[in-house]
């Protein structure tokens, strides 16, 4: 069911370069090249979404890559171009970059643009944590200037397996300099070993700790995952709702109905993860895959789990890794029972201080109760 208030946003992620100027740890793009997307291209293409977005209430336009700042000369044209003309929808721009290259008049332009472009910055934590991630490549970033310019923005913080032991120590880093964070783990790692979550469950008790001495700073995704479904699974209705359409209407993102990827020669896909460059693969097999069809999408060893309706999915992934868009890497599994489970802990312990925490946990006494027994139920099948 939709949520009124909510408008429905068609997401255009338009591949600008295979080019990149850093080699990253984690990066899934393994076949890059100096391919570029043509201006016209890209043109084109919006337009054409334009045209087929009856069923949307705003696009967002997204520039990707490799780094997108590589073509900063075909962005601004196409900013340019986009602010000059009118359009059927309300639009936003956004580009996700490394930051090295956001100085000079790339800067400046951006930030006399700050209203209707944004810029969404990949920070690793601590200069160590970042540097071991990213190719050395801290001191090459501006981190005022993001800050500054996008304050709401939150930058993108990814954990590999070498940075995880410290991963409470660089979110809390990030967070004294101001910004807000929004996380993940690297696919194509495994996340399953007893050691690894030993470790998580460490550095996400020292996060929640962080956080109840500091009820001002909201709370990073790491640890924040919305409970309030997982209460529902715990309701006297809930063995009717685990059951029920309702439960399993929505998929994590909007792969292929919401969000669409298209390539630096004008072919679409999915998602950016589809792209061959991306994933390897000349021939798609997720070609005849129906990403609107949400009993394609079901993992039917999840669907009695407690925490499925807010356990994180990556199809592209569970397609790289599994065979199949639907059926899930198990290795992310246990990984997100522990987000859940401190989670609860959090909020359980923040509900104690409601006036302090009001504005980070709407949910009453009562719904947090049963959503703490039905996180609890999964305790049993977390071997550490």
């Known amino acids: 069911m939709k949520d009124p208030t909510r408008n429905r946003r068609k997401t255009l992620m338009l591949t600008l ?187 996400l008790e020292k996060l ?36 029920s359409e309702e439960r399993h209407s929505k998929k994590w993102c909007g792969i292929g109905t919401e969000l669409f990827a298209v390539d630096v020669d004008g072919t679409e896909y999915p998602c950016h993860l589809f792209l061959p460059f991306a994933s390897g693969r000349k021939t798609p097999a997720f070609a005849n895959f129906d990403f609107s069809d949400l009993g394609q999408l079901l993992d039917t060893r999840c669907e009695d789990c407690v925490i499925h309706p807010i356990c994180p999915t990556c199809y592209a992934s569970n397609l790289l890794e599994t065979g199949s868009p639907a059926t899930r890497n198990s290795s992310f599994c246990t990984l997100h029972k522990l987000r859940a489970l401190a989670s609860s802990n959090m909020q359980a312990r923040m509900i104690l201080r409601r006036s302090e925490f009001s504005k980070f946990n709407q949910m009453e006494p009562d719904e947090l109760l049963l959503t703490i027994m039905g996180i609890e139920s999964i305790q049993s099948s977390i071997r550490l």
């Open 208 to 243: 929640a700790d962080y956080y109840l001495l500091n009820p001002a700073i909201t709370p990073c995704s790491f640890i924040n995952m919305e409970l309030s479904v997982v209460g529902m699974m715990g309701s006297p209705e809930g063995e009717d709702l685990a059951m």
């Open 17 to 203: 370069t295979h080019e990149c100027n850093l080699s990253c740890r984690y990066c899934y793009e393994v076949n890059k090249s100096r391919s570029v997307m043509p201006v016209s291209v890209a043109r084109n293409t919006i337009e054409k979404h334009f045209k087929n977005s009856e069923a949307f209430d705003e696009i967002e336009i997204s520039f990707h890559g490799g780094e997108p700042l590589l073509q900063f000369d075909t962005i601004r044209s196409l900013c340019e171009w986009m602010w000059s003309q009118s359009w059927s929808k309300p639009f936003i721009i956004y580009a996700t970059t490394n930051g090295t290259l956001a100085h000079g008049e790339i800067q400046n332009w951006a930030a006399r643009n700050k209203d209707r472009f944004c810029l969404g910055l990949s920070l690793d934590g601590t200069e160590e944590m970042h540097n071991t991630n990213r190719s050395n490549s801290f001191n090459r970033i501006d981190l005022k200037f993001f800050q500054k310019t996008w304050p709401e923005q939150a930058v993108k913080m990814t954990v590999s397996d070498l940075t995880l032991p410290n991963v409470a120590e660089g979110i809390i880093y990030l967070h004294q300099l101001g910004f807000k964070i929004e996380g993940g783990f690297a696919y194509g790692l495994d996340w399953s070993s007893k050691k690894t979550l030993e470790i998580l469950a460490a550095q």
